[in-house]
């Protein structure tokens, strides 16, 4: 519990991160590599998850399956938050789009709430209303994302431009959506070990 602990606060850190570049990109484009850092981090506590959970002699908390399905999809976050960071820079934005600014700040409350959600788990107590709530800003993620990509398309932005924004919002809607995984898995083993 405490690896999977630590894996929920580097992708919550890696969604501020993400937030706080996109609200000051390109001034703060620095802090794509600390997301680079943040994955790389994910990738070394995923791998200790997985190592640990496969040593003879050790219980793990809950279902093996559920620890592997729950590792990766909170390492899922950190990737596509990683992906978002480096596309920036990859397609030469000079400027964030709003949109992609509010998809950011959802992201890095679901990040947050993912963290939390986690944290109730390992401490024993109430988890629906932090699973509830990414659960609402997948919905808001997904209306945003919508709104974003129709945009682009109704306000005859040049083709390039176009291509490179509906890449950068999908990814972002990956991200929230990984953490929206997260939460059924969390759900799963909630109702598994008769908590709530």
């Known amino acids: 519990m405490d690896l999977i602990q630590e894996a929920a606060g580097n992708a919550c850190r890696a969604t501020e991160t993400l937030d706080e570049l996109l609200a000051d990109y390109p001034d703060r484009r ?10 790389q981090n994910g990738d070394r506590i995923a791998h200790d998850i ?9 219980a793990p908390p809950f279902a093996p399956t559920d620890i592997h399905a729950l590792t990766h999809a ?6 596509y938050s990683e992906q978002a960071a480096d596309s920036l820079g990859l397609y030469g934005v000079e400027a964030p789009m709003a949109q992609a600014q509010q998809l950011t700040a959802v992201l890095a409350e679901s990040g947050a709430s993912v963290l939390d959600a986690v944290t109730a788990l390992r401490d024993h107590s109430e988890i629906a209303p932090h699973l509830v709530r990414v659960r ?10 919508r709104e974003a990509i129709a945009s ?20 972002l809607e990956q991200a929230i959506d990984s953490c929206e995984t997260v939460a059924h898995i969390l759900e799963g083993i909630s109702l598994a070990n008769g908590r709530s």
């Open 30 to 39: 620095h802090l794509a590599r600390e997301i680079l850092k943040q994955e």
């Open 50 to 58: 997985l190592h640990r959970l496969h040593e003879n002699g050790m």
């Open 74 to 79: 909170i390492d899922d976050i950190v990737d």
């Open 136 to 145: 609402e800003l997948e919905s808001e993620g997904d209306r945003l994302s």
């Open 152 to 171: 682009l398309f109704a306000k005859g932005i040049d083709p390039m431009v176009v291509i490179r924004w509906k890449d950068i919002f999908e990814v």
